[in-house]
């Protein structure tokens, strides 16, 4: 998977604008060494940033024109900027495994605004750029409030560059207003036809909306300006040909993205290569059925990566599919003994879930759930503390009319195996979810609840708010459905109510918290009837997210991914922030169920550099989530 540290490299490529061309000075060397022209394509080494730095403070000690001083100001800040980003990137590995990016602080990016600012105050051609960088500062650091003003002031000072309108949009995206976000995009788009942060904005939110065609377009014309732009608009683009059906054209854009150069430096290019082989392989391999190519593509991201565990999984997945058993089994043990010091990483994980499923006979349940045990899941000892712990982990990805959701049914997984591992008794595990079984679940936990002493529920899947009522989605919910989810869904409401019914408290976690997927799929299946000349107006505004939870009963909590009307991230590739973030914070025993909601929401808000923040709702009780030791 695509770690945060990359991608926030290739965002900021993507957003950073250096000096437009008209407005470039003759100058010495100093001043061409500051002004590095480079930093508009990729993202310069920290010792390049440092020369160029070092060149524009020479040029500002000097006695240099207005103008000048006015382009070494802002280029200094730009360097230091980036400077600070590189430096939290590079940090932001933990002993531990888990990756924890945190976006910078007021304080270290002080010096670099100190530069913009003075630039902003002197008499030249780049105050549009200089108040536009800014703007891009005070996003990093979380003043909206501040670089909304920044932007309205860089379209005044500079009303026909694209790159203010972007960043607009992109507030506007954020706040869900979808026909401000394109006109405002539109606009940026006029002003520069060629604007690649304008191209790749506009076909992100098309892709999202549905409108395949349109964003097609636009994220192929991102693609054809190269770096940048082309590893980014690639990686949307396969996305998009995924959810219209065109598998090879999402496995080629994917396969493309992986062999970029040019947008970063060689070694961070190599790492995110690898990430994208990997999940070339995982198409490969689930949705083409070509297990060969599949080989060849894990093969070639170890080579990049050697301690790349996605790639080694992967190629255990090869042996499993090919019949070779032990091939298999000894790779999974290989990543158990590569990642014995990091015991939260999510791969180490995923490696010994699939070992038990290789060793441990599997027992057939009945009804939607099953036991664990069917999917080599068995709690290692019953809780030392003497309480009673039940898991029901609920997984859907494979929906027959909405956008499938490939990490779900993987998440609910991986939890299931860590549950038990960290000391619960009972687990029980849905996949697939339809209609008659959802209708069932509550009155099954309830059933179980009444004889637990705690109880966690976990759903990853796609969900939906109406009315101010959530609603948990089933796999063969049809475009209709929408209209009738009283009727085809699940309130969430009445799985809370059921596991309430644990003597001394539960926890309800989901992680269902997109974009409606119900509007998404009747623009894709109206798309599809006209051949994608896609001429239906915009929605007003985009509907994600879900309500805030009713007050649950005492000693129960609900936590949900991200904010009331908010949207969670999938993640970049094969992962969840918030599956992660749970994970680590589960691996540590002993915690009452009040510090799991508390740390996770930390962690998560770290990973998504304060993107998405988890909302919780209800009174924690006194007892652990987790016994306080368990046997390993």
């Not at 730009?78 to 600070?84: G, I, P």
């Not at 591992?421 to 687990?427: E, L, R």
């Not at 509007?519 to 001429?535: K, P, Y």
């Amino acid at each position: 998977m695509l770690s945060r540290p990359r991608l926030v490299s290739a965002g900021l490529a993507l957003i950073l604008i250096a000096a437009p061309e008209a407005a470039r000075p003759q100058a010495p060397a100093d001043m061409a060494a500051c002004a590095d022209e480079r930093v508009k394509t990729a993202m310069l080494q920290p010792a390049q940033l440092s020369a160029a730095e070092a060149a524009c403070s020479r040029v500002l000690s000097g006695s240099a024109a207005m103008a000048d001083q006015q382009k070494a100001s802002f280029y200094r800040g730009l360097m230091r900027f980036l400077q600070v980003v590189q430096k939290g990137m590079a940090s932001s590995g933990k002993a531990d495994g888990s990756v924890a990016y945190a976006p910078p602080t007021l304080l270290q990016v002080r010096p670099a605004l100190v530069d913009i600012e003075a630039a902003i105050g002197l008499d030249g051609p780049m105050k549009g750029d200089a108040l536009a960088l800014r703007a891009t500062i005070n996003q990093t650091i979380g003043r909206s409030a501040e670089a909304r003003a920044d932007v309205a002031e860089a379209m005044q000072a500079a009303p026909q560059d694209a790159t203010p309108f972007v960043q607009r949009a992109l507030e506007h995206e954020r706040d869900g207003d979808v026909n401000a976000a394109m006109i405002d995009l539109d606009r940026a788009l006029e002003l520069d036809p060629k604007a690649g942060t304008a191209l790749s904005a506009r076909g992100d939110l098309l892709r999202r909306l549905g409108y395949l065609q349109r964003a097609r377009t636009d994220l192929e014309g991102a693609a054809a300006l190269g770096p940048p732009f082309r590893r980014l608009a690639l990686m949307r683009k396969s996305e998009l040909e995924l959810r219209a059906g065109d598998l090879r054209a999402a496995y080629e854009d994917i396969v493309a993205a992986s062999r970029e150069t040019g947008d970063m430096p060689k070694a961070d290019a190599a790492l995110a290569s690898a990430d994208l082989f990997v999940q070339a392989g995982a198409l490969a391999l689930d949705k083409l059925k070509d297990t060969e190519t599949a080989e060849t593509l894990y093969r070639e991201a170890e080579k990049l990566s050697p301690k790349n565990w996605s790639a080694a999984l992967g190629l255990a997945r090869v042996a499993e599919d090919k019949g070779e058993r032990a091939k298999a089994e000894a790779i999974y043990k290989r990543i158990l003994a590569g990642t014995r010091a990091t015991p939260k990483l999510l791969e180490r994980i995923l490696a010994s879930w699939r070992l038990k499923q290789l060793s441990q006979p599997a027992f057939r349940g009945t009804g939607p759930f099953r036991s664990g045990l069917d999917s080599g899941v068995a709690p290692a000892k019953p809780s030392p503390d003497g309480l009673k712990r039940i898991a029901f982990v609920i997984g859907s990805s494979d929906y027959a009319e909405l956008s499938s959701l490939p990490n779900a049914r993987r998440d609910a997984a991986v939890m299931a195996h860590a549950l038990a591992d960290m000391g619960f008794d009972a687990i029980e595990i849905a996949e697939n979810v339809g209609k008659a079984d959802l209708r069932r679940i509550p009155a099954l936990i309830a059933e179980q609840a009444a004889q637990a002493d705690v109880v966690l529920v976990f759903y990853a899947g796609h969900g939906v708010e109406t009315g101010g009522v959530n609603y948990l989605v089933p796999t063969d919910a049809t475009l209709d459905s929408g209209k009738a989810l009283q009727g085809d869904a699940l309130a969430l409401r009445d799985l809370t109510a059921a596991a309430a019914k644990a003597r001394r408290g539960a926890l309800v976690i989901v992680d269902a918290c997109r974009d409606d997927p119900f509007a998404e799929a009747q623009v894709v299946a109206a798309s599809r009837g006209t051949g994608g000349r896609q001429l239906a107006a915009l929605p007003a505004r985009i509907h994600g997210g879900l309500a805030a939870a009713p007050q649950p009963a005492p000693n129960n909590v609900v936590l949900h991914s991200t904010q009331p009307g908010k949207t969670a991230s999938d993640g970049d590739g094969l992962d969840s922030p918030f599956v992660r973030a749970l994970l680590e914070t589960l691996s540590s025993p002993g915690k009452t169920l009040d510090a799991v909601v508390r740390e996770t929401a930390a962690r998560v808000s770290e990973k998504t550099e304060g993107r998405q923040v988890p909302a919780a709702y209800g009174a924690a009780p006194a007892v652990a989530l987790l016994p306080k030791k368990v046997a390993r």
